[in-house]
């Protein structure tokens, strides 16, 4: 079981920063997949950014140059630099890890989500 858990939500004003974290834990292999995602109220989830290994990152064309998305080598840790928010920002934030861990004796594939985080642009 691979477990996924997320921090740094919160309420900020508009104009201003945030740091998001989500960590992985488990008997991880490998990981090739990992993003955030966004539900605002009444709206669809929405995928925000993405780092995929075999072809780079993507963002939501309404963060283009506000948001990014980085993680370490391993990428167990994954991180969303907000900044410049807007009201229009606020949703519940989850993050995706995609890739391939130990389980009896075998790898298998994974497709791990955090329990996502209120984030509030208000003031």
């Known amino acids: 079981q691979v477990q996924v858990v997320e921090s740094g939500g919160g309420l900020v004003q508009p104009g201003g920063s945030l740091r998001l974290s989500c960590a992985a834990s488990g008997k991880i292999s490998t990981i090739h997949y990992t993003a955030w995602h966004r539900q605002a109220p009444g709206k669809e989830l929405e995928l925000v950014a993405s780092?995929?290994?075999?072809?780079?990152?993507n963002y939501l064309e309404s963060v283009k140059g506000r948001f990014t998305i980085s993680r370490d080598d391993a990428g167990h840790t994954l991180w969303l630099q907000m900044n410049s928010l807007k009201s229009e920002d606020t949703a519940i934030y989850y993050c995706?890890?995609?890739?391939?861990?130990?389980?009896?004796?075998?790898?298998?594939?994974?497709?791990?989500w955090g329990q996502g985080m209120q984030v509030t642009v208000s003031s």
């Open positions: 995706e890890i995609q890739g391939m861990a130990s389980h009896g004796g075998s790898l298998h594939g994974f497709d791990s």
């Open positions: 780092i995929k290994s075999t072809s780079g990152t």
